[in-house]
């Protein structure tokens, strides 16, 4: 499962030929399918993690008394609860630091330049969690903390300007969520390697135009903010980014079933939270801006 950039790439997807993980199912002696059957020790064959020669379950193990396949060893695999524990711990570093820095850092300039700082901090740490091979703990919660701290210090100043703006995007990024994780389940979106292709080139058009348009309004040729303006073409452009916060938050859900699936080990569920942190910090930020923006208009 491993990331070369922390907004693009979700790991156990980009492999060699394509995108591996997608419209596969677990079965024995599948390389192919399987995004975790690289560059393991133990790997044998197809599946790094539990060779089986005895049926379609490649984590049934056979049962030398009776001959009959049983249920796969879990011990040091990645379960749904080590994503839900890591993810709630990593998540709650976020609110922590957000919540320590809104209480101590008045809205002035010292503080935003505190809040670049912090974001600086946790764009390296990102970028470095995201060239690493392994999951680093210490990397992933330090993100969190500093990250936090951005997050309330640019809360505090929507909240001076929109009374009540950051407890209306934390709703708006609960429904958002939800809503995503509804519709995921119910299978009425079905993460294939075309629908991450597109999506994917979608985000990426997404942020080259975001980063032109915002070298312009630095060098004065746009005003107003350009394309991030608070009027409605700066509504439609954050309804945009949302949307492609949902879809990393799909993607997010695919990584989580496949690691799950194909027994990714325990300390991938790192990388399950830190994915999850970042795509929510994203959909929070662009529904922050966009509740300025409809409050600014009423």
Same mark, same amino acid.
Not at 3 to 18: A, E, K, L, Q, T
Not at 101 to 122: D, N
């Given at each position: 499962?491993? =990331?070369?950039?922390?907004?693009?790439?979700?790991?156990? %997807?980009?492999?060699?030929? $394509?995108?591996?993980?997608?419209?596969?199912?677990?079965?024995?002696?599948?390389? &192919?399918?399987?995004?975790?059957?690289?560059?393991?020790?133990?790997?044998?064959? !197809?599946?790094?993690?539990? &060779?089986?020669?005895?049926?379609?379950?490649?984590?049934?193990?056979?049962?030398? &008394?009776? !001959?009959?396949?049983?249920?796969?060893?879990?011990? !040091?695999?990645?379960?749904?609860?080590?994503?839900?524990?890591?993810?709630?711990?990593?998540? $709650?570093?976020?609110?922590?630091?957000?919540?320590?820095?809104?209480? #101590?850092?008045?809205?002035?300039? @010292?503080?935003?330049?505190?809040?670049?700082?912090?974001?600086?901090?946790? %764009?390296?740490?990102?970028? /470095?969690?995201?060239? +690493?091979?392994?999951?680093?703990?210490?990397?992933?919660?330090?993100?969190?903390?500093?990250?936090?701290?951005?997050?309330?210090?640019? =809360?505090?100043?929507?909240?001076?300007?929109?009374?009540?703006?950051?407890?209306?995007?934390?709703?708006?990024?609960?429904?958002?969520?939800?809503?995503?994780?509804?519709?995921? +389940?119910? @299978?009425?979106?079905?993460?294939?390697?075309?629908?991450?292709?597109? @999506?994917? *080139?979608? *985000?990426?058009?997404?942020?080259? #135009?975001?980063?032109?348009?915002?070298?312009? #309004? *630095?060098?004065? /040729?746009?005003?107003?903010? !350009?394309?991030?303006?608070?009027?409605?073409?700066? *509504?439609?452009?954050?309804?945009?980014?949302?949307?492609? @916060?949902?879809?990393?938050?799909?993607?997010?859900? +695919?990584?989580?079933?496949?690691?799950?699936?194909? $027994?990714?080990?325990?300390?991938?569920?790192?990388?399950?939270?830190? $994915?999850?942190?970042?795509?929510? #910090?994203?959909?929070?930020?662009?529904?922050?801006?966009?509740?300025?923006?409809?409050?600014?208009?009423?």
């Amino acid at each position: 499962m491993r =990331s070369s950039n922390p907004v693009f790439s979700r790991r156990g %997807f980009s492999r060699d030929n $394509g995108y591996a993980g997608f419209n596969t199912a677990p079965q024995a002696g599948y390389a &192919q399918g399987n995004p975790y059957a690289q560059g393991d020790q133990y790997a044998q064959g !197809g599946n790094p993690y539990a &060779q089986n020669p005895y049926a379609t379950n490649p984590y049934a193990q056979q049962d030398t &008394q009776y !001959g009959a396949p049983q249920a796969p060893a879990t011990t !040091g695999r990645m379960t749904m609860d080590d994503v839900v524990v890591r993810s709630a711990t990593t998540l $709650g570093v976020v609110v922590l630091g957000a919540v320590l820095a809104w209480a #101590v850092l008045p809205v002035s300039p @010292g503080s935003y330049g505190l809040a670049i700082g912090s974001a600086l901090i946790a %764009f390296v740490l990102a970028m /470095v969690q995201s060239f +690493k091979r392994t999951p680093s703990p210490a990397l992933i919660l330090g993100y969190a903390a500093f990250e936090g701290v951005f997050l309330g210090v640019i =809360s505090e100043m929507y909240n001076s300007a929109w009374s009540g703006a950051p407890f209306q995007a934390v709703l708006g990024t609960m429904a958002v969520s939800g809503a995503t994780l509804l519709v995921y +389940k119910a @299978g009425w979106i079905r993460v294939t390697a075309r629908y991450a292709r597109i @999506g994917m *080139a979608i *985000a990426i058009a997404f942020v080259v #135009v975001m980063a032109v348009n915002l070298l312009l #309004v *630095a060098f004065g /040729v746009a005003g107003d903010g !350009g394309l991030r303006s608070m009027g409605p073409l700066g *509504a439609v452009v954050g309804i945009i980014a949302i949307l492609i @916060g949902a879809f990393f938050l799909t993607l997010d859900f +695919k990584q989580i079933e496949d690691g799950i699936a194909y $027994g990714a080990p325990r300390n991938e569920a790192w990388l399950a939270a830190f $994915g999850l942190t970042m795509t929510l #910090v994203w959909i929070y930020l662009e529904m922050l801006r966009l509740v300025a923006i409809f409050s600014s208009n009423d």
